[in-house]
């Protein structure tokens, strides 16, 4: 089955600062790639999500980038902000019955 | 508002004791899933439907029962709780085979 592998486990940055979060994944029919913002004590949400035939996506200040040779994506945020600090997962899926598997999360504290 | 509902948000219970987490979309969805969230584990899936009457096991299946009766209803079922089932659970719905999760508010379960 598909296995994802997310880094890094903590991140901590300057208010002002670039954030980058990365993942693996094994399976090479993989296809949709999605990450998910939560906040303490609240649920994950959809932030933004790419499929297999582009190579990066942005909205506004954050952005995603997908490597399919190496089988890496990585989630980029700009200019952090306080109220990005929350735990970020990554999740690959290939459709069909083949149900999507999450990286174990990312905890991003932004330091004002 | 499109939303996916679960109750109840917090459940204190006894081992043995039977219990139903509900949870319920509006958004006609065809795919409902189960997950549970502990700290350093990220979300595990539990069981996952991809329609109603079709229902298939996730990666962390024992102890629980779900049924998929009506395309809006995914209860989650434990029969006979025992304290590692202590967590906090999500309920998830998504519209296609590859697209991105709306989750439910979340229901925190602890079991005596």
């Known amino acids: 089955g598909e296995n994802v592998e997310q880094h890094p486990s903590t991140l901590s940055v300057q208010e002002g600062d670039s954030a980058v979060i990365k993942c693996t994944y094994s399976?090479?029919?993989?296809?949709?790639f999605p990450w998910y913002k939560q906040e303490l004590g609240k649920r994950p949400q959809l932030i933004i999500d790419?499929?297999?035939?582009?190579g990066e996506k942005k909205d506004q200040r954050i952005a995603v980038t997908l490597n399919k040779t190496a089988k890496h994506f990585s989630l980029h945020i700009t200019e952090t902000q306080p109220e990005d600090s929350a735990v970020y997962f990554c999740?690959?899926?290939?459709?069909?019955?083949?149900?999507?598997?999450f990286g174990r999360g990312t905890s991003l504290i932004v330091h004002p | 508002e499109a939303q996916v509902t679960q109750n109840p948000r917090y459940l204190i219970t006894v081992t043995g004791k039977k219990l139903t987490v509900t949870c319920s979309q509006n958004?006609?969805?065809?795919?409902m899933s189960w997950y549970r969230q502990d700290p350093g584990l990220g979300l595990r899936q539990i069981y996952y439907?991809?329609?109603?009457?079709?229902?298939d096991k996730g990666d962390v299946p024992e102890g629980y029962k779900v049924s998929r009766k009506e395309k809006r209803n995914f209860p989650l079922i434990l029969e006979s709780p025992s304290p590692n089932q202590t967590s906090l659970y999500f309920c998830?719905?998504?519209?296609?085979?590859?697209?991105?999760?709306?989750f439910g508010s979340g229901t925190r379960l602890t079991v005596v």
């Open positions: 998830a719905s998504r519209e296609g085979e590859t697209d991105g999760y709306t």
């Open positions: 399976d090479s029919a993989s296809n949709y």
């Open positions: 790419i499929r297999s035939n582009v």
């Open positions: 999740a690959a899926s290939r459709g069909g019955s083949y149900i999507p598997t």
């Open positions: 958004m006609n969805h065809e795919y």
């Open positions: 439907s991809m329609n109603v009457e079709v229902t």
